[in-house]
């Protein structure tokens, strides 16, 4: 009986802590699945940072896979607060320059 009073106890607190974590998201004035694509999106930014610093020439194919990854994330990163994600500007700002030459280089060609 009392296995079932701790089970009981410890699955109530992990629903109270969703609710919390949804509630301080919609207060924060977002939508939890943006909340979610911007995590998301954060990884793979950190991929596509890798990528660029990594690689200075990229084939056609490469090119198009990283523009489509790119307009993901700015998308994921625009829906969210600039509060959020000051500390991946960095990272932001590598990947949308890198965006930006083969953006010029598609259209140059």
């Not at 909340?35 to 991929?47: H, P, V």
């Not at 829906?79 to 959020?84: E, F, G, I, N, Q």
Request: hydrophobic share 50%; proline share 1%.
């Amino acid at each position: 009986m009392a296995i079932f009073i701790i089970l009981y106890i410890l699955i109530f607190a992990i629903f109270a802590l969703a609710a919390y974590a949804v509630l301080q998201i919609k207060l924060f004035g977002m939508n939890v699945k943006d909340f979610w694509g911007f995590i998301q999106a954060n990884q793979t930014l950190d991929k596509l940072y890798r990528f660029a610093k990594t690689y200075e020439k990229m084939s056609t194919q490469q090119q198009i896979i990283y523009l489509s990854e790119a307009e993901k994330v700015f998308d994921a990163f625009e829906k969210v607060p600039d509060a959020l994600w000051e500390e991946e500007y960095d990272k932001y700002s590598e990947v949308l320059s890198k965006y930006k030459d083969i953006k010029m280089i598609r259209w140059a060609s």
